[in-house]
């Protein structure tokens, strides 16, 4: 069973794993690998973000297995005062739909956290597996544009929350 709490300053170490793997930062901003001192600044922000109220970064573990780190998930108050979710999961844990698993436990907590905040996300266009796990888990695709890091990325903006 997947548990996902939130990530502390005491995670570097999982980020940095996930930070350092190529395969992972092939579809994070411009796609070339990071190196250690550009995951830890990434890491200070993030947790900075954190800090202040501005975002919330979460950490999925499956605690029995050999190897319990299952991936990041973030979200971060955005220049358009947006809440811009992401997810990096390790690579051996791709294909499996931990990527919707997580948005589905996500999601709610953020909407409630910023009421009335679009959640947005945005995938390289040439990363169907990122826009499929997005529209599945109720992101609508508004356009293409060129991102922050000079790619072209499709955004997405959550749907209505499914009603309890
Ligand atoms: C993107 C990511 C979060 C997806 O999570 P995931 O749980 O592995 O997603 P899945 O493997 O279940 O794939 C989602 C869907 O994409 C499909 N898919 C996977 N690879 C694909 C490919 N190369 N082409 C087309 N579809 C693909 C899957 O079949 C699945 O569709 P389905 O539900 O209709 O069967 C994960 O791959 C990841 O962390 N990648 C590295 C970091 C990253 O790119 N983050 C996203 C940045 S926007």
């Known amino acids: 069973m997947i548990h996902?709490?939130?990530?502390?300053?005491?995670?570097?170490?999982?980020?940095?794993?996930?930070?350092?793997?190529p395969q992972v930062t092939a579809r994070i901003g411009v796609g070339?690998?990071?190196?250690?001192a550009t995951a830890d600044a990434r890491f200070r922000r993030g947790m900075a973000a954190c800090g202040r109220g501005e975002g919330m970064w979460w950490l999925a573990h499956e605690p029995q297995d050999a190897d319990p780190l299952v991936g990041l998930v973030v979200a971060e108050v955005d220049h358009l005062a947006?809440?811009?979710i992401g997810i990096w999961l390790a690579p051996g844990r791709?294909?499996?739909?931990?990527?919707r698993e997580l948005l589905a436990v996500v999601l709610p907590v953020v909407r409630t956290r910023f009421p009335g905040v679009t959640p947005t996300a945005y995938a390289n266009?040439?990363?169907?597996a990122s826009a499929r796990m997005l529209t599945a888990s109720g992101f609508h695709p508004d356009g293409t544009l060129i991102g922050r890091y000079g790619t072209e990325v499709t955004r997405f903006v959550a749907g209505d929350p499914t009603p309890t």
């Open 4 to 21: 996902v709490r939130a990530c502390t300053a005491n995670d570097a170490a999982d980020f940095r794993r996930l930070a350092l793997a």
């Open 32 to 36: 070339a690998p990071w190196s250690r």
């Open 82 to 84: 947006e809440i811009e």
């Open 94 to 99: 791709w294909g499996r739909g931990h990527g």
């Open 125 to 128: 266009v040439d990363h169907p």
